[in-house]
Every structure is written in structure tokens, then in C-alpha cells.
T-cell receptor
Framework: AQSVTQLGSHVSVSEGALVLLRCNYSSSVPPYLFWYVQYPNQGLQLLLKYTTGATLVKGINGFEAEFKKSETSFHLTKPSAHMSDAAEYFC????????????FGTGTRLKVLA | DTGVSQDPRHKITKRGQNVTFRCDPI?????LYWYRQTLGQGPEFLTY????????KSRLLSDRFSAERPKGSFSTLEIQRTEQGDSAMYLC???????????????FGPGTRLTVT
């Protein structure tokens, strides 16, 4: 069965500092991988995805993530944090066939300090 | 393209009452998902439709829950005899999922927050 682990339920960074949110997955076959952001009382917005091809994936708002098969990781980074990045971030995996339903991690709440 | 919409956005109900939520997916999307999100947790899969067919249901979906997607368009999720443990955000998502397109990402609606008192 697939699973996702997000290390650190809360992460604080200073404005302008590097953002690093960690995601490790468990899957018997390479999955599709996704990062979503959720602002208070809103749905989830897709930041980026890895399906095939280049393992370094660029997304919206300056975020990127690298798929590392050997480490079963898909960490999310952003070189310079903005106040508007404060939100909850979810990593998700899905199968490459069937329903493509998501298995989500428990989320990481990012706080950006002025 | 107006995105995925859900109605109502908020619902407060008394224990034992029935509630129904509606989801309107992106118009050309053939795949539709329902998830439940409780405080401090990631969303958990409830059920999946491909067009009008309900192809998978989670064990989280007790017999008090029923979902439909008539004609493969909008979907409804009904909870009968609500319990306090049903209090959560119910999220709907849709995707295009055409073979060969590699486009299996899901687009989420704003959710319906249910409070059972």
C-alpha cells in the first residue's frame, strides 16, 4: 500500500530565506507525485507534479521539487520565502493506473516571519 | 472554465439529521473524487466516479454515506443520520484523465465544511 510521510507538521522561516518542506513516499512502483497548497477555508491548489521525465519539476509561485527514487523523496523548495507563502502544504501520491486516487500526507503548515 | 464548485460552503446540522452536498466538476472532466479532511489531517479518499459509474469506495464510507453522479455531470454526497464524528471538510475534485495525455492531476473545489452539533 502507498503512504506519504511529511516530516515537520510546522515549519517557520524568515522572509527571504530558503523554504524546504520534506516528503517521503512508500510505493511498490514509482508513483505520480504532487504538491498542493491550501489557504485557510479554501480547497487545494496544485503547485507542481511529477509524472515522467525530468526529475526536477518547477511549479507555480517559484516552487520546485526533485524526485529522488533512491531516497523515495519529493521535497519541495523555494529559494526565497514571501509572506504570501504562509499556508498548509500537502504532498500526495497516486498510482499510475486505475482510479489515480490520492494518498495525502498529514501536511506541513508554513509560517513566514517578517 | 469556472473550476470545481461545491455547495453549500458551510453546513451546520443536528445529530441524526440527513445532509446532502453537491459538487459541479470542471465540465469536460470525466473523473470525480470525494475526500474528507479533518482538522490537522490531510484529505482522505472517500469515493471515485468515472463518468456516471462509481468505481471505488473507501472503507471510510459507511452505509450512512451515499454518492451519486447522474449522467456523469454533477455529483451529490449524502450523509444519513449524521454523527458528531462526521464533522469535517468534504472536498470534491475532478480530473480529465484521458489515456495518453498524462494529465491525471486533480482540481479541487473549495469544500463544504460540515459541523454536526
Amino acid at each position: 500500500a502507498q503512504s506519504v510521510t511529511q516530516l515537520g507538521s510546522h515549519v517557520s522561516v524568515s522572509e527571504g530565506a530558503l523554504v524546504l518542506l520534506r516528503c517521503n513516499y512508500s510505493s511498490s512502483v514509482p508513483p505520480y507525485l504532487f504538491w498542493y497548497v491550501q489557504y485557510p477555508n479554501q480547497g487545494l491548489q496544485l503547485l507542481l507534479k511529477y509524472t515522467t521525465g525530468a526529475t526536477l519539476v518547477k511549479g507555480i509561485n517559484g516552487f520546485e521539487a526533485e524526485f529522488k527514487k533512491s531516497e523515495t523523496s519529493f521535497h519541495l523548495t523555494k529559494p526565497s520565502a514571501h509572506m504570501s507563502d504562509a499556508a498548509e502544504y500537502f504532498c500526495a501520491v497516486s498510482d499510475r493506473a486505475g482510479t489515480y486516487k490520492y494518498i495525502f500526507g498529514t501536511g506541513t503548515r508554513l509560517k513566514v516571519l517578517a | 472554465d469556472t473550476g470545481v464548485s461545491q455547495d453549500p460552503r458551510h453546513k451546520i446540522t443536528k445529530r441524526g439529521q440527513n445532509v446532502t452536498f453537491r459538487c459541479d466538476p470542471i465540465s469536460e472532466h470525466n473523473r470525480l473524487y470525494w475526500y474528507r479532511q479533518t482538522l490537522g489531517q490531510g484529505p482522505e479518499f472517500l469515493t471515485y466516479f468515472q463518468n456516471e459509474a462509481q468505481l471505488e469506495k473507501s472503507r471510510l464510507l459507511s452505509d450512512r454515506f451515499s454518492a451519486e453522479r447522474p449522467k456523469g455531470s454533477f455529483s451529490t454526497l449524502e450523509i444519513q443520520r449524521t454523527e458528531q464524528g462526521d464533522s469535517a471538510m468534504y472536498l470534491c475534485a475532478s480530473s480529465l484523465g484521458l489515456a495518453g495525455t498524462n494529465s491525471y492531476e486533480q482540481y479541487f473545489g473549495p469544500g463544504t465544511r460540515l459541523t454536526v452539533t
